[in-house]
């Protein structure tokens, strides 16, 4: 046992980046708050190339600021809140204020993706621009944020994955001496690499609008559906599904509405 177990990586990262001097009162910077600024930051990136190239429905810089900040609060603040109502109840009911404690993790995308959806439903009403062609700008921007969030998950050694023997699995030590599979660099990977390249290189195409945000809600919901058969369903099942499978079903409807709505208009 003890020869097996020291063939894989025993994960040993610190969560918190930067440590501040115990006199401040402050643990420091943790990673799980400059994965968030890392994705913003490549968000405001693209967003800002996007629109000097004329391929946004953005009129000017003022517009890329206001979306960008409705973005940021819709993220935050849909993130935090979906998790709360979708995984932890229980916790936020024994201690309410849990809820304002984002730097010790707990993010439900599906919360953000709702948060996101409702940034672009005000940004769209407030320009009066095309709600679906918002949607595609999002939708292009969400993949990086996305990457560096499951990479932050696996440096915090929260969100583990099933018991394995393949050679890269990790042994979280919270979680005893059994290797795991490194789920979060899994859905790394196919939440957010893989949909990054896919809007590098559909964004710039003409396509009718809602096409690109449904062929990404469509990938994300195969990648999450896929990934979560290699992680420990902590937060249950629903209808024999692990919680993050079942919220995810929506996404995936949502996406393929979308793609069918642009199949039609452009015939």
């Not at 003022?62 to 229980?90: K, P």
């Not at 201690?95 to 940004?123: E, I, K, T, Y």
């Not at 699995?169 to 789920?183: N, Q």
Request: charged share 15%; aromatic share 12%; proline share 6%.
């Amino acid at each position: 046992m003890l020869a097996a177990a020291l063939a894989f990586w025993t994960h040993d990262l610190d969560p918190v980046a930067i440590r501040f001097p115990e006199s401040w009162g402050l643990r420091g910077v943790h990673w799980y708050g400059l994965a968030y600024a890392a994705g913003f930051m490549v968000a405001a990136y693209l967003l800002g190339r996007w629109r000097r190239a004329g391929l946004t429905p953005l009129r000017d810089a003022l517009d890329e600021s206001a979306l960008i900040t409705a973005v940021m609060v819709g993220v935050i603040a849909g993130g935090r809140l979906g998790h709360v109502l979708l995984y932890a109840r229980a916790e936020f009911a024994a201690d309410p204020l849990m809820v304002f404690r984002v730097w010790q993790g707990g993010m439900a995308s599906h919360g953000g993706f709702l948060g996101v959806l409702l940034a672009g439903v005000w940004f769209a009403r407030r320009t009066k621009a095309d709600f679906f062609a918002v949607g595609d700008l999002l939708c292009a921007l969400a993949p990086a944020g996305l990457l560096f969030g499951r990479l932050a998950n696996f440096v915090n050694a929260e969100l583990v994955g099933d018991p394995s023997g393949v050679a890269w699995a990790v042994i979280f030590p919270h979680e005893g001496p059994t290797p795991r599979h490194p789920s979060q660099l899994y859905e790394a990977f196919g939440e957010g690499l893989l949909p990054l390249i896919w809007v590098l290189v559909r964004y710039p195409r003409r396509l009718p609008p809602g096409r690109l945000a449904g062929e990404f809600l469509l990938l994300y919901s195969v990648a999450r559906i896929v990934c979560e058969c290699f992680r420990s369903a902590e937060d249950g099942h629903v209808l024999g599904l692990t919680a993050g499978q079942f919220w995810t079903l929506p996404l995936a409807a949502l996406g393929l509405f979308l793609v069918l709505r642009a199949r039609r208009s452009a015939e």
